[in-house]
């Protein structure tokens, strides 16, 4: 089954200029050769059009879509009937075009909230939020952090904090989504007690505003038996915040750190760029080694000069700025099964040239990436079509490291096992922290604390996780490259 994405409400909620459905324009009866009255289409197909023929052109997987094989329909008729047969522009794209094993592929009606995404501007109220299950349909949301000069920061919600019912309404699986995305709501803060959910009393009223959320979330030196460890907890890999990324890492470097403990636990991913430079931080010996091939469609696969598919370990971030390198041989990273795409890239990619130790849980499996396609000749943001503001997301890309290897859709498994303990999720960044402590005991040679780690998977068993904050967002676990590919190309 084709798991359709989600719009932000922003997105679900925008007017979209000239989109057209099946009934947007009435059909005249017209009458045949044969006396027979048939029905006229007459029907804009502009939105059909550029979706199909966006998919036709660069999208991954179209030799397993037979609709989007060159000269499949023989006659513009043809093409339209299938179009159709589709109520919306988005069935025709989940439905039609997207092929069985794409995960990840998406469309949007409003591509300038696409642009804020990308820019790392959303609306929240602060909480980002797991969601799980019990006692049967139920659901518990539980705090993973919270982001600073939010709502939630203001009143004081803490990591661990839980709360099961929004303005005074448990929530379910069938209504904690509408719940949630509610611009204002109050929830009555509780803790869990053993396996029974307890209130505190507390009753907290939350507001969403629009906010710029940096990904650099924490970073900080920690002396652990004399070893210099760098912690920095990065949560998205968003270009525009790269700056500080690297000022991160010049300042770990300035502190003189020998281990480095990644976490990208709630890491979904982002900016192939980014990845390739936060890799190139983290090394900065393999300078213009391969860190990333790419591998496109048959028609663009061998479209362009060799070196166009590389990407290569580089010196300097998008704004010119000279990389602060850490020159290291090992990395800890700390990953669950909501590790994804970019933040798998720099695992897979810096796999061949170092020890990357894994701590945690399975990824979740995302390895191809893609791009944003809008209505216009060669499919660029400039010259869009006024007349809608659909965009596209198809993948068009996949990853392969240097040895190479891909394809991991399964995701990639830890040397470390160990779950977050919904019971006991301790403080990101302190030593103390399940999952950074399990760093830090391999660090030190330490046994690993198999109670705590035993406990924590019996935990994940009772509570089934479902969701999580930016699971409606268009960006969730998706990985893209920043522009199109010279060369992609004009549409007629």
């Not at 179009?83 to 989940?94: C, G, K, R, V």
């Not at 409003?110 to 609306?123: A, I, P, Q, R």
């Not at 809008?374 to 996949?398: C, E, M, W």
Request: proline share 3%; glycine share 8%.
């Amino acid at each position: 089954m084709k798991i359709k994405k989600l719009l932000v409400p922003a997105i679900a909620a925008a007017l979209v200029l000239g989109s057209c459905t099946k009934d947007d324009v009435p059909k005249e009866p017209i009458v045949d050769g044969n006396g027979n009255e048939e029905e006229e289409n007459t029907q804009n197909f502009e939105v059909e059009e550029f979706i199909y023929s966006g998919m036709e052109e660069i999208y991954l997987y179209k030799a397993d879509v037979p609709e989007l094989g060159y000269g499949f329909f023989p006659t513009t008729e043809a093409k339209e009937k299938f179009f159709t047969s589709f109520e919306t522009p988005e069935d025709l794209f989940y439905d039609g075009l997207v092929a069985s094993q794409d995960r990840f592929s998406f469309l949007v009606d409003d591509y300038v909230s696409l642009e804020n995404s990308f820019k790392g501007v959303s609306t929240t109220n602060g909480m980002s939020l797991g969601l799980v299950l019990y006692s049967g349909d139920k659901v518990l949301a539980y705090v993973r952090y919270v982001l600073p000069n939010t709502s939630a920061e203001a009143a004081g919600i803490k990591r661990g904090d839980m709360f099961i019912k929004v303005d005074g309404v448990q929530m379910d699986e069938n209504n904690y989504q509408d719940l949630l995305a509610k611009s204002s709501y109050e929830i009555e803060v509780a803790y869990l007690n053993g396996n029974t959910i307890t209130s505190t009393g507390e009753k907290v009223t939350l507001t969403q505003a629009e906010y710029n959320s940096n990904p650099v979330y924490i970073v900080k030196t920690l002396d652990v038996e004399g070893v210099k460890v760098g912690y920095l907890m990065y949560n998205s890999f968003t270009s525009n915040y790269d700056d500080d990324l690297n000022a991160a890492f010049l300042e770990l470097k300035n502190a003189g750190i020998s281990e480095l403990v990644l976490d990208l636990r709630y890491n979904g991913g982002g900016s192939v760029e980014t990845a390739v430079d936060i890799s190139s931080m983290i090394t900065g010996q393999f300078e213009n080694e391969i860190f990333m091939k790419e591998q496109w469609n048959e028609k663009y696969q061998n479209a362009w000069e060799p070196e166009s598919y590389i990407n290569r370990f580089n010196t300097k971030v998008n704004s010119g700025a000279t990389i602060n390198s850490l020159n290291l041989s090992k990395v800890y990273v700390l990953t669950t099964n909501r590790t994804a795409s970019a933040s798998e890239l720099v695992i897979n990619g810096l796999d061949p040239y170092i020890n990357v130790v894994q701590v945690g849980g399975t990824t979740t499996g995302k390895f191809q990436a893609s791009v944003t396609l809008y209505d216009s000749s060669n499919f660029g943001r400039q010259n869009a079509n006024p007349n809608h503001t659909y965009a596209i997301q198809p993948l068009v890309l996949k990853s392969v490291n240097s040895a190479g290897k891909s394809d991991y859709v399964d995701g990639l498994t830890p040397d470390v096992a160990i779950e977050e303990n919904l019971g006991a999720l301790g403080t990101l960044g302190d030593p103390s922290e399940p999952l950074l402590n399990a760093a830090l005991n391999h660090i030190l040679g330490k046994a690993q604390k198999q109670q705590a780690i035993a406990k924590a998977k019996e935990m994940s068993q009772k509570f089934e996780l479902i969701g999580e904050t930016g699971m409606d967002s268009p960006l969730y676990q998706e990985m893209y490259i920043e522009e199109l590919p010279a060369g992609l190309e004009t549409r007629n």
